[in-house]
Structure formats: structure tokens, C-alpha cells
């Protein structure tokens, strides 16, 4: 099974990971990757994608989670990640060894806790395999070359322009109304 992390939710006070099945009346239906229970989740949840969380590193751009979670994959070769509950985990020293560009003053052991105990949610229901991985790494080396073909081939005129959708009407303009005279 591919996993795509835009469909992985973290949800505020509840623990475990999501999957993204259905929006719904006023809300979300997901499935925990735990127990595979459906639920309801209402508008008011604090859901994040997987894929919109990264790390702080020491350079000026960040480190999208996936790449971390790959990272992992490969250092653990395929075990699961330490226990961040049991008292003899060192999470920086582990981080440390996989990811040695983290910024050690914006990466809270909180923050580690919680990439390790995803790991192990995804680890558990064998969702470590990434599709959108594969799909950028051909994407990046293609979309120069046809951003490039597309500007010498294309002559302007045969450009699509940007048009109002129909039905749509044009914006009132705005008149301000005073009760002075």
C-alpha cells in the first residue's frame, strides 16, 4: 500500500494517526490507523496533514517529515523507532544519527516524541512506503525541460489566457455611505 501523508491526520487530543475516508455535513469522516475505528470529527478538530509538518534545520529551509520518516526507514531497516515513553530512549542522540542537520534550539524533545510515535503508528499498519516520493523525484527532473520547450515552442498568442468563469458576475463597486452632510 502506497501511502500519500496529505490523507494522514494528526487530530488534536486524540492520540494515534487518521485517515483521511470522506468530508461530510459539517465535518470529516476518518479511520485511525490503530484500530481501523471510523468516526466523525467536527469542524472544530484541530486536524494537520502529515504532509504539511517538517523540522527546523540548521540551514534556512526546512525538513518535510516524509524525508524524515525515509530517513528512519533506512537507519532502522524496517525495525520499528525507539520507545519515546520508555526513560532510556536518548531521542536526540537518535535524531542526532538520522537527521544531523536538526536544529537542536527548535526541535523540542516534544516534537521528537511525536515524530517517533508516528513512526511506529505508520510502522504499525505498514504505511511506510511513500508514493509522492517516487512521483516528485521524476517530476523535479522533468519540469525544467518542459517549462523550457513550453516557453521556446509555444508562441504567446496560442497561450490559454485567464478567463472568468461564466456565470460569474462582475464585483459591485464599493460606495461608502455617510449620515453627515
Known amino acids: 500500500m502506497k501511502t500519500d501523508l496529505t490523507k494522514i491526520l494528526s487530530i ?17 469522516v476518518v479511520e485511525s490507523l490503530m484500530d481501523k475505528q471510523r468516526k466523525w470529527t467536527g469542524p472544530s478538530a484541530r486536524m494537520t496533514a502529515l504532509s504539511d509538518i517538517s523540522v527546523y534545520t540548521q540551514e534556512e529551509d526546512e525538513l518535510p517529515l516524509q524525508d524524515i520518516f525515509i530517513r528512519m526507514k533506512e537507519h532502522l531497516k ?10 532510556d530512549t536518548d531521542m536526540p542522540g537518535f535524531f542526532e544519527t538520522v537527521i544531523p542537520e536538526y536544529d537542536r ?8 516524541k511525536k515524530v517517533l510515535e508516528w513512526y511506529n503508528v505508520l510502522h ?19 519540469e525544467p525541460a518542459k517549462a523550457a520547450t513550453a516557453r521556446t515552442t509555444t508562441p504567446a498568442a496560442a497561450r490559454p489566457v485567464a478567463t472568468k468563469p461564466a456565470g460569474v458576475k462582475a464585483a459591485k463597486p464599493v460606495t461608502k ?3 453627515q452632510k
Do not use: C, I, W
Not at 14 to 25: D, E, V
Not at 105 to 112: D, I, N, V, W
Not at 134 to 141: F, G, L, N, S
Open 78 to 87: 524496517d525495525a520499528p523507532a525507539p520507545d519515546p515513553r520508555s526513560k
Open 124 to 142: 504499525a499498519a505498514d504505511a511506510l512506503d511513500f508514493e509522492v516520493a517516487e512521483e516528485e523525484a521524476k517530476e523535479t527532473e522533468e
Open 105 to 112: 534550539e527548535r526541535f523540542y524533545a516534544s516534537h521528537m
Open 177 to 179: 455611505h455617510t449620515t
Open 12 to 28: 488534536g487530543g486524540q492520540p494515534g494517526l487518521y485517515l483521511y475516508l470522506a468530508q461530510s455535513n459539517g465535518g470529516v
